[in-house]
């Protein structure tokens, strides 16, 4: 079974600074894929950033990269710039390569916190 | 854009009445799924439908059930709620992958924030 450890259940972080979510996983599977969504408070789930373990890229959307090392089972969050907007849980998801059904695997969640 | 709708944002039950909590999506995606979010255990799958009448069971099936009768429609079911179900309960979709297609992400609803008493 698949498993996900985001080591850091709380973190803060100055408007404008950079801050780096940590994600691991174990896994025995070679090709999956992995996700970071964001819940802000109060509203929706929603997807941030994916990553297919074949690409050896790290995948980038705007202000929001990953780090990812798949030697190492690990795929942090690298948020540039940090805004107000970016306070919210961040979970740290992964879901094996299996044609038709992709259950998801969570992590705990790392509640962030942009201070002004 | 993908519209995952559920049915209530707050709902309040008594201990052993039958709950339902109803899930619709408007694009047509095969797979549905509900989650339980709890804090300081992230989600957890209690199940999932890849198709009408079609159901596996997740990680913590047990207490609940579900029903798809419909493509757009999974309800999650508590047949004799309990205190120990007072959760966040959040409904996702996706469409299925298909050989040679690209991945597709799970699209999620607001939530339905559940209270047991």
């Known amino acids: 079974a698949q498993t996900v450890t985001q080591s850091q259940p709380e973190m803060s972080v100055q408007e404008a600074e950079t801050v780096t979510l940590s994600c691991t996983y174990d896994t025995s599977e070679n090709n999956y894929y992995l996700f970071w969504y964001k819940q802000p408070p109060s509203r929706q789930m929603i997807l941030v950033i994916r990553q297919e373990a074949y690409k050896q890229q790290n995948a980038t959307e705007n202000r929001f990269s990953v780090n990812f090392q798949k030697a190492a089972k690990s795929f942090s969050l690298k948020i540039s710039d940090s805004q107000l907007g970016d306070t919210a849980m961040y979970f740290c998801a992964f879901m094996k390569h299996v044609w038709g059904n992709t259950p998801l695997v969570f992590g705990k969640g790392t509640r962030l916190s942009v201070i002004a | 854009d993908v519209k995952v709708t559920q049915s209530s944002r707050y709902l309040v039950k008594r201990t052993g009445e039958k709950v339902f909590l109803e899930c619709v999506q408007d694009m047509d995606h095969e797979n549905m799924f509900w989650y339980r979010q709890d804090p300081g255990l992230g989600l957890r799958l209690i199940y999932f439908s890849y198709d009408v009448k079609m159901k596996e069971k997740g990680d913590i099936p047990e207490g609940y059930s579900v029903s798809r009768e419909k493509k757009e429609r999974f309800s999650l079911i508590l047949e004799s709620a309990s205190t120990n179900q007072t959760s966040m309960y959040l409904c996702?979709?996706?469409?299925?992958?298909?050989?040679?297609?690209?991945?597709?992400?799970?699209?999620f609803g607001p939530g339905t924030r559940l209270t047991v008493t």
């Open positions: 996702a979709s996706s469409l299925r992958i298909h050989p040679g297609q690209g991945i597709y992400e799970q699209y």
